[in-house]
T-cell receptor
Framework: AQSVTQLGSHVSVSEGALVLLRCNYS??????LFWYVQYPNQGLQLLLK??????LVKGINGFEAEFKKSETSFHLTKPSAHMSDAAEYFC?????????????FGKGTRLHILP | SQTIHQWPATLVQPVGSPLSLECTVE??????LYWYRQAAGRGLQLLFY??????ISSEVPQNLSASRPQDRQFILSSKKLLLSDSGFYLC??????????FGEGSRLTVL
């Protein structure tokens, strides 16, 4: 069974500073990994995903994440935070072989941007 | 292109009343469909998923049920709501590449 742990329910960074949101996963099979963003009272929007191939994945809005199998991590980064990045971010994992159709989410990290 | 719609967007219901939330997908056929519930500080909890008409998998024993009467329709129901059923409910469909696409969400308040 898969699981996801997001370290830090709240993260605050200054505008222009590096954003780092941490995600560790557990999976008995090669995983598919995802990051989603949620703005208040809206559904989730896909930021980026890792399935196979290149371990550094680039997404929308300047975000990227790196799949590190040895560390079972998929941390999300952005070099320079913008006020519009304030939102809640969710990491998710699924069975890459698609034998299991479940997609499991972490508890989320709320990102605050300080002016 | 594919779209997904949920309704109603907001709902206030008394304890013990029934519930029906509806989700429809357009622009794709035979999608995997999902219902998640989001409560503050608890992330997204997978409630039900469906790989086809009439096929429902339940993840958490609870007061809710789901049905898929048509290929692109997914319904979340309850016969008698509890206070603990309050939350933000999200429907999603799964693309071939594995990612989920979410509806706008339905906020349920049980009083």
């Amino acid at each position: 069974a898969q699981s996801v742990t997001q370290l830090g329910s709240h993260v605050s960074v200054s505008e222009g500073a590096l954003v780092l949101l941490r995600c560790n996963y557990s999976s008995s099979v090669p995983p598919y990994l995802f990051w989603y963003v949620q703005y208040p009272n809206q559904g989730l929007q896909l930021l980026l995903k890792y399935t196979t191939g290149a371990t550094l994945v680039k997404g929308i809005n300047g975000f990227e994440a790196e799949f590190k199998k040895s560390e079972t991590s998929f941390h999300l980064t952005k070099p320079s935070a913008h006020m519009s990045d304030a939102a809640e971010y969710f990491c998710a994992v699924s069975d890459g072989s698609n034998r299991d159709d479940k997609i499991i989410f972490g508890k989320g990290t709320r990102l605050h941007i300080l002016p | 292109s594919q779209t997904i719609h949920q309704w109603p967007a907001t709902l206030v219901q008394p304890v013990g009343s029934p519930l029906s939330l509806e989700c429809t997908v357009e622009g794709t056929s035979n999608p995997n469909l999902y219902w998640y519930r989001q409560a503050a500080g608890r992330g997204l909890q997978l409630l039900f998923y469906s790989v086809g008409i009439g096929q429902i998998s339940s993840e958490v024993p609870q007061n809710l049920s789901a049905s898929r009467p048509q290929d692109r329709q997914f319904i979340l129901s309850s016969k008698k709501l509890l206070l603990s059923d309050s939350g933000f409910y999200l429907c999603a469909w799964k693309a071939r590449a594995g990612e989920l696409f979410f509806g706008e969400g339905s906020r349920l308040t049980v009083l």
